[in-house]
């Protein structure tokens, strides 16, 4: 029983809310389309006059080249690597009975509330010891097992909720222990995986910490370390605006991915919190 | 496979398996090779190098003077717990995590609230919320950085404030630091209250609005105590994630003005300085602070964890 007035309270909250999500997203998208000339002189939330030049300007820098290319490289793998750890475990929780169970989804939340900075040094001389430092395998192991307690604690509650049973029943049926997971059980899993996997990769590209940590060159620095390592360089042309159009760059992809699949991340965020 | 079992594992029953059957021993045994790899990885990642760290915060040791390295004790951190700056550290993450967790619950509850009653662009409304979500944080940061920066800035044009220099002064700065963490985090801590919303059963507050409740009311004394858990869980996360923060004080003043925090700090202190020794002992305490932190919150206000892992 909504009356009018309180109606149109949901629809301006709603409406404001959309502006305060979109809002620092635009204002990024309006500074790489500024000329770099213009920092400094006018201010305002639009361009003066409209430019790509930025554009340009990124696609010819080697540093953020090699560091987006980075980032595809390891934010893939490692969500690859992660999600497969991830669903064998998560398979074995739900489904298998043995010790251990609670101690791993204990474990699993403890590393989620690590504080990461605590590791870097260790990690940083660990790494230069045996050779990981700088490369791409440096990052993709820390990311993975950061990454893991999230996609375990989506998976396992994910995986509760299927209906094993209808393999059996489908193996009643006459179809053969491959068939019965290929045809029943991995249809039933795959939005599962897929969700985790949004969430994993969404948390590699994210990462900070790690990327200026454990890199020294484009060898494996992925684009937020080399985004924050760009400004410093130039002391005498303002940055600014390039830094905003790779910020769009590597932005596309997640409102791409927001957009597509908001309610499967949705789903995957609150699964681990609501029981059942 | 065990596609032999009639049951699912949750309905299964614990007690009255007096006998280890080799079935179950053979359950067991693919159970914890199934979880190898994702325990092995976890470990490798934190186990060894958090006792490395414990060992290394005994030594004075640089990594640039490798051979002056020597045992001292406890040294390290009576050095870090008696520098003013230290404390000076932990202040200003103290601040940033009371400040951003307050807001974000405030905020957050009401995105959860819109999602969960919104009639019109439920959809719209939902997407909306997670963009900052997927957003990196650095890039965040530049966003909330440049618009108040005096050189590329609009905030100061657009609400008359002349050549007011954010990031000149320590509370301006965090202030900008804080929003740029509340607008991206907002998003995590409102899903998470959004889950909680969805399991307060709707006839309890139809029958309070027969009773004649407010909808004020209908919040504080029906919505809010049959979520308390969700609420408790999500202020637990977000507590520790803002603990640590990071990235965003890096971008944007890289710890100037007294804007350092305990995990820049430990950053400074290992990478930037290569004082291992010290840098260990700062970042041994940054995690027994954490652990402290879920320890009060667990024992303290007993939140349910099983709710956040799901077993049951």
């Given at each position: 029983?909504?009356?009018?007035?309180?109606?149109?309270?949901?629809?301006?909250?709603?409406?404001?809310?959309?502006?305060?999500?979109?809002?620092?997203?635009?204002?990024?998208?309006?500074?790489?389309?500024?000329?770099?000339?213009?920092?400094?002189?006018?201010?305002?939330?639009?361009?003066?006059?409209?430019?790509?030049?930025?554009?340009?300007?990124?696609?010819?820098?080697?540093?953020?080249?090699?560091?987006?290319?980075?980032?595809?490289?390891?934010?893939?793998?490692?969500?690859?690597?992660?999600?497969?750890?991830?669903?064998?475990?998560?398979?074995?929780?739900?489904?298998?009975?043995?010790?251990?169970?609670?101690?791993?989804?204990?474990?699993?939340?403890?590393?989620?509330?690590?504080?990461?900075?605590?590791?870097?040094?260790?990690?940083?001389?660990?790494?230069?010891?045996?050779?990981?430092?700088?490369?791409?395998?440096?990052?993709?192991?820390?990311?993975?097992?950061?990454?893991?307690?999230?996609?375990?604690?989506?998976?396992?509650?994910?995986?509760?909720?299927?209906?094993?049973?209808?393999?059996?029943?489908?193996?009643?049926?006459?179809?053969?222990?491959?068939?019965?997971?290929?045809?029943?059980?991995?249809?039933?899993?795959?939005?599962?995986?897929?969700?985790?996997?949004?969430?994993?990769?969404?948390?590699?590209?994210?990462?900070?910490?790690?990327?200026?940590?454990?890199?020294?060159?484009?060898?494996?620095?992925?684009?937020?370390?080399?985004?924050?390592?760009?400004?410093?360089?130039?002391?005498?042309?303002?940055?600014?605006?390039?830094?905003?159009?790779?910020?769009?760059?590597?932005?596309?992809?997640?409102?791409?991915?927001?957009?597509?699949?908001?309610?499967?991340?949705?789903?995957?965020?609150?699964?681990?919190?609501?029981?059942? | 496979?065990?596609?032999?079992?009639?049951?699912?594992?949750?309905?299964?029953?614990?007690?009255?398996?007096?006998?280890?059957?080799?079935?179950?021993?053979?359950?067991?045994?693919?159970?914890?090779?199934?979880?190898?790899?994702?325990?092995?990885?976890?470990?490798?990642?934190?186990?060894?190098?958090?006792?490395?760290?414990?060992?290394?915060?005994?030594?004075?040791?640089?990594?640039?003077?490798?051979?002056?390295?020597?045992?001292?004790?406890?040294?390290?951190?009576?050095?870090?717990?008696?520098?003013?700056?230290?404390?000076?550290?932990?202040?200003?993450?103290?601040?940033?995590?009371?400040?951003?967790?307050?807001?974000?619950?405030?905020?957050?509850?009401g995105l959860a609230m819109v999602m969960?009653?919104?009639?019109?662009?439920?959809?719209?409304?939902?997407?909306?919320?997670?963009?900052?979500?997927?957003?990196?944080?650095?890039?965040?940061?530049?966003?909330?950085?440049y618009a108040f920066d005096l050189q590329?800035?609009?905030?100061?044009?657009?609400?008359?404030?002349?050549?007011?220099?954010?990031?000149?002064?320590?509370?301006?700065?965090?202030?900008?630091?804080?929003?740029?963490?509340?607008?991206?985090?907002?998003?995590?801590?409102?899903?998470?209250?959004?889950?909680?919303?969805?399991?307060?059963?709707?006839?309890?507050?139809?029958?309070?609005?027969?009773?004649?409740?407010?909808?004020?009311?209908?919040?504080?004394?029906?919505?809010?105590?049959?979520?308390?858990?969700?609420?408790?869980?999500?202020?637990?996360?977000?507590?520790?994630?803002?603990?640590?923060?990071?990235?965003?004080?890096?971008?944007?003043?890289?710890?100037?003005?007294?804007?350092?925090?305990?995990?820049?700090?430990?950053?400074?202190?290992?990478?930037?300085?290569?004082?291992?020794?010290?840098?260990?002992?700062?970042?041994?305490?940054?995690?027994?602070?954490?652990?402290?932190?879920?320890?009060?919150?667990?024992?303290?206000?007993?939140?349910?964890?099983?709710?956040?892992?799901?077993?049951?």
């Amino acid at each position: 029983m909504e009356s009018t007035r309180s109606k149109w309270l949901w629809i301006a909250a709603s409406a404001l809310i959309l502006v305060w999500t979109v809002f620092p997203i635009l204002w990024i998208v309006m500074l790489s389309f500024k000329r770099p000339g213009e920092i400094g002189n006018q201010k305002g939330f639009l361009p003066h006059a409209w430019t790509f030049e930025n554009y340009r300007t990124v696609f010819r820098t080697d540093l953020f080249t090699a560091a987006l290319v980075n980032s595809i490289g390891i934010s893939l793998i490692a969500t690859f690597v992660g999600v497969v750890f991830a669903t064998l475990v998560a398979y074995a929780i739900a489904r298998l009975e043995f010790p251990g169970k609670k101690a791993i989804l204990s474990f699993a939340l403890a590393i989620a509330m690590f504080p990461v900075v605590s590791l870097v040094g260790p990690l940083f001389n660990l790494w230069r010891d045996i050779g990981l430092y700088d490369t791409w395998p440096g990052l993709i192991i820390p990311y993975i097992s950061f990454a893991l307690p999230l996609a375990i604690w989506t998976l396992s509650a994910f995986f509760r909720e299927i209906p094993w049973e209808m393999e059996q029943a489908a193996q009643v049926d006459g179809a053969t222990t491959w068939q019965a997971f290929r045809k029943v059980i991995v249809p039933l899993a795959a939005p599962g995986v897929f969700t985790a996997a949004i969430l994993t990769f969404f948390f590699c590209w994210n990462d900070f910490v790690f990327g200026i940590s454990l890199t020294s060159t484009d060898n494996a620095r992925p684009v937020p370390a080399a985004l924050a390592f760009f400004t410093g360089e130039s002391q005498f042309e303002q940055p600014t605006t390039a830094i905003c159009a790779a910020a769009v760059v590597v932005t596309v992809p997640v409102v791409v991915i927001v957009l597509l699949f908001q309610r499967r991340i949705v789903a995957g965020l609150t699964s681990g919190a609501v029981k059942g | 496979m065990t596609a032999v079992d009639t049951a699912p594992a949750a309905g299964r029953p614990r007690a009255g398996r007096v006998e280890i059957s080799d079935r179950s021993r053979a359950e067991r045994r693919l159970g914890l090779l199934l979880s190898a790899p994702a325990v092995i990885v976890m470990l490798l990642v934190t186990a060894y190098p958090l006792v490395n760290a414990l060992y290394l915060s005994l030594f004075s040791y640089r990594l640039t003077a490798p051979d002056d390295r020597r045992f001292v004790g406890l040294a390290n951190y009576g050095t870090a717990l008696s520098d003013p700056l230290f404390w000076q550290d932990v202040l200003t993450t103290f601040v940033v995590t009371f400040v951003t967790v307050a807001v974000e619950l405030v905020i957050g509850f009401g995105l959860a609230m819109v999602m969960h009653r919104a009639l019109f662009a439920r959809r719209t409304v939902r997407t909306a919320i997670l963009l900052p979500y997927g957003i990196v944080t650095v890039i965040s940061a530049f966003a909330w950085k440049y618009a108040f920066d005096l050189q590329s800035g609009f905030v100061n044009g657009w609400f008359g404030l002349g050549d007011y220099a954010w990031f000149s002064g320590r509370w301006s700065s965090l202030f900008v630091i804080c929003l740029s963490e509340i607008w991206k985090t907002t998003p995590f801590i409102s899903l998470l209250l959004l889950a909680g919303l969805a399991q307060v059963p709707r006839d309890l507050g139809e029958a309070a609005t027969v009773d004649g409740a407010t909808a004020w009311q209908r919040l504080l004394r029906v919505t809010i105590p049959n979520m308390k858990a969700a609420i408790l869980v999500a202020v637990l996360f977000r507590t520790l994630d803002a603990w640590r923060i990071f990235d965003n004080v890096f971008v944007m003043t890289a710890g100037q003005e007294k804007t350092e925090t305990f995990s820049f700090l430990t950053y400074r202190q290992t990478i930037t300085r290569t004082a291992i020794g010290l840098g260990d002992a700062v970042g041994v305490l940054l995690f027994l602070s954490v652990v402290l932190i879920a320890a009060v919150f667990i024992r303290g206000f007993r939140v349910d964890l099983s709710q956040v892992r799901g077993d049951r």
